[in-house]
């Protein structure tokens, strides 16, 4: 281990991705690259938060498809949602038979499910665990916010709440690549965890502005722990901070002297369609799983993209919390995810 960063020997390869995302979602670019994309968010159930679990549901099983195993080749799940006692995972793992671990780290659950995944993976305890995590614009407004049926007007500085689930299949390839023989089969050769930061914002709106400064904190500490310039990845992607909070991001890092405006992508500013219609774009836990799962790791098969620093960030906060008057603790968590090593 480098610091705050664990460098890994076998480097486990993300072998598939399974991915659904709602209508809105898929206006954007992730339309043309999710596995499934939703014609209506309810996914033919009756409240949200059935079909939230059955979207992640959907996910899990898609990757394990997609990678050509079965159900029973799979050692673990690790997921976890934003949920009350993080419901769709917990369900969703009572469809399968392997064993569960369940997290949390809000929006930044998904990196945070594939380092664990990887360190179990590469540390040879397992040989194949899917990290996974979903998010529902619906049923996160009443978690988080207000009930639907208030019709709050929305301020400027919110993002919407990615309806979305997407799932890695993480594995121990060993010397057998044949099955995947010319294929490109992208690696996670480090894992950065991440501290918790509050820069003392309270406004549960401005979700973006309290999650820079964790995902600022925790891409710094990578590129410190490995000795890296941030050119020596080709993309560093952040999960959901947004238009204002990549700025702000962008901004704290060029104070430590750190110049990632080149080759920065936000997840959250890149999903839907038009930004200008939907505020400070996309946010929630399912935003950067699912532009992850489809169009930033079919850039990776291809090769397009051969470097890559993925950092998910979270806000850690509650209703209890805010009605407190408490600030918004954050974190980023952040894999290194490489090709042809």
């Known amino acids: 281990m480098k610091g705050h960063t664990i460098v890994f020997q076998n480097k486990p390869r993300i072998v598939a991705t399974g991915t659904i995302a709602g209508p809105k979602e898929c206006a954007g670019v992730v339309g043309n690259f999710v596995d499934k994309a939703l014609l209506e968010d309810t996914f033919g159930e009756d409240t949200y938060e059935k079909a939230e ?52 780290s809000a929006c930044s659950t998904m990196t ?37 049926e208030l019709g709050n ?64 904190d925790t891409i710094l500490t990578n590129l410190q722990d490995m000795e890296r310039d941030a050119r020596y990845y080709d993309l560093i992607v952040t999960g959901d901070l947004g238009a204002l909070g990549s700025r702000l991001m962008k901004d704290l890092l060029w104070e430590k002297g750190v110049d990632v405006e080149p080759n920065h992508v936000d997840c959250g500013e890149i999903i839907y369609n038009v930004i200008e219609d939907e505020f400070q774009g996309g946010s929630g836990a399912g935003c950067s799983a699912v532009v992850f799962g489809s169009y930033l790791y079919e850039k990776l098969k291809k090769g397009e993209i051969r470097r890559m620093l993925f950092a998910a960030t979270g806000a850690l906060l509650s209703t209890v919390s805010s009605g407190q008057g408490e600030s918004i603790p954050c974190i980023s968590h952040a894999v290194s995810i490489e090709i042809d090593i």
């Open 53 to 104: 679990c059955k979207m992640l549901t959907f996910a899990v099983r898609k990757a394990i498809e997609n990678g050509g195993l079965t159900e029973e080749d799979v050692d673990l799940l690790i997921s976890g949602d934003l949920l009350n006692q993080i419901i769709s995972a917990s369900f969703t793992a009572r469809d399968f038979d392997f064993p569960f671990l369940g997290t949390y």
């Open 112 to 148: 945070e499910s594939m380092a664990l995944a990887a360190m179990l993976v590469d540390g040879g305890y397992i040989k194949r665990a899917v990290a996974a995590t979903g998010s529902h614009f619906s049923s996160a407004e009443r978690q988080y916010r207000y009930p639907l």
């Open 153 to 216: 007007t929305r301020p400027p500085q919110s993002q919407w709440t990615v309806t979305a689930a997407g799932a890695t299949l993480i594995a121990d390839m060993g010397g057998d690549k044949s099955c995947f023989q010319g294929k490109k089969i992208p690696a996670i050769t480090a894992a950065t965890l991440g501290r918790v930061v509050d820069y003392g914002i309270t406004d549960v709106n401005n979700m973006g502005a309290a999650m820079a400064t964790a995902a600022a």
